[in-house]
């Protein structure tokens, strides 16, 4: 089975402008989860997805927003981005709640 | 709210040789998960082991082993018979067992294997 694919891996973005980030899970797994890695705030979790429903949120800004399609792909957007989201984001896929979360290569987002 | 510590920012180890990286969690629930994941240099994060809190027997893959202490909420990882590509930040992490997959985890340690 193909891992959990990612696109784009690298972007460079200025100050203002939005992002969309893609996710595709590995087939068959219906649970997709968000994470933000950064060298000063570690790996903080952003949000899930259920069949197309968010289930859990983290604590970051209105600006972070997600979603998930019915073939469980996921989508996360940035807004008005900042130069503190300069960051790795981290995609994770499970079959279900409760099951081992297997990652993506990430995506490099550098904000000018 | 749940908390994880990895009080070993820097680990170093000679090859073939064994090392133990620890990890300590804060959480009022009885039934969660704990797991330990290996980001090498390329930046993917890898899942190492698994442990579910119910399960009194510690969970064992090839070489990684753990030690869970539940009542001491103590989750730590031994690499046995180290190798030059155990090189990587490891980090601890804990979810919970219903509801979501969240996962919250600890700040990593950086283990360095020499030849």
């Known amino acids: 089975k193909a891992g959990v694919t990612q696109t784009p891996r690298y972007l460079i973005k200025t100050r203002g402008q939005q992002v969309t980030l893609s996710c595709s899970p590995i087939?068959?797994?219906?649970?997709v989860s968000w994470y933000q890695q950064t060298p000063g705030q570690g790996l903080q979790f952003l949000f899930e997805?259920?069949?197309?429903?968010?289930?859990n949120k983290g604590n970051f800004p209105g600006r972070f927003s997600g979603r998930q399609f019915s073939n469980s792909r996921s989508e996360m957007n940035v807004s008005t981005l900042e130069l503190g989201d300069s960051a790795l984001y981290l995609c994770?896929?499970?079959?279900?709640?409760?099951?081992?979360?297997?990652f993506g290569p990430g995506t490099r987002l550098l904000v000018l | 709210a749940q908390t994880v510590t990895q009080s070993q920012p820097e680990m170093s180890v000679q090859e073939a040789e064994t090392v133990t990286l620890s990890c300590t969690y804060d959480?009022?629930?009885?039934?969660?998960?704990l797991f330990w994941y290996k980001q090498p240099p390329s930046r993917q994060m890898i899942l190492v082991i698994r442990?579910?809190?119910?399960?009194?027997q510690n969970a064992t893959e090839n070489r990684f082993s753990v030690n869970f202490q539940k009542a001491a909420k103590s989750f730590s990882l031994k690499i046995s018979d180290s190798q030059l590509g155990d090189t990587a930040m490891y980090f601890c992490?804990?979810?919970?067992?219903?509801?979501?997959?969240?996962?919250?985890f600890g700040t990593g340690t950086r283990l360095q294997v020499f030849p």
């Open positions: 959480t009022s629930e009885s039934n969660y998960y």
């Open positions: 992490a804990f979810a919970l067992s219903y509801n979501t997959d969240k996962l919250i």
């Open positions: 087939s068959g797994h219906r649970s």
């Open positions: 994770a896929s499970s079959l279900k709640q409760g099951r081992t979360q297997y």
């Open positions: 997805y259920f069949s197309e429903t968010q289930r």
């Open positions: 442990q579910e809190a119910y399960k009194q």
